[in-house]
């Protein structure tokens, strides 16, 4: 069982910076694959990145260039660097563990961005 826990979230005025964290529980954390997602309100779940074990990554064009995720194995953590915030960010972000199927999520933390 993996547990995931997000922080980092806040208030922050356009074209701020937050930088998200993500721990996890376990000794298997470098064996995962970790992604964040994000839901706005009234919105689906949406992929914004993720990072393999061996550190490949893949953005979705809409934060490409502006956000970055990378992990530290020896802290079991996964971090969402994000720069350049609009408020159209505003959402609930998520982090999630995948491996071979098994999924974990975090309960998520908000980011709010004010014009």
């Known amino acids: 069982q993996v547990q995931l826990v997000e922080s980092g979230g806040g208030l922050v005025q356009a074209g701020g910076s937050l930088r998200l964290s993500c721990a996890a529980s376990?000794?298997?954390?470098?064996?995962?694959?970790m992604d964040w997602y994000r839901q706005a309100p009234g919105k689906q779940r949406e992929f914004i990145a993720t990072?393999?074990?061996?550190?490949?990554?893949v953005y979705a064009d809409s934060v490409k260039g502006r956000f970055s995720i990378s992990r530290d194995n020896t802290k079991n953590t996964a971090y969402l660097q994000m720069n350049s915030l609009q408020p159209e960010d505003t959402a609930v972000y998520y982090c999630?563990?995948?491996?071979?199927?098994?999924?974990?999520w975090g309960q998520g933390t908000q980011v709010t961005v004010s014009s």
């Open positions: 376990g000794n298997f954390f470098g064996s995962y694959a």
């Open positions: 990072i393999s074990t061996v550190g490949k990554t």
């Open positions: 999630r563990g995948n491996r071979l199927g098994d999924i974990y």
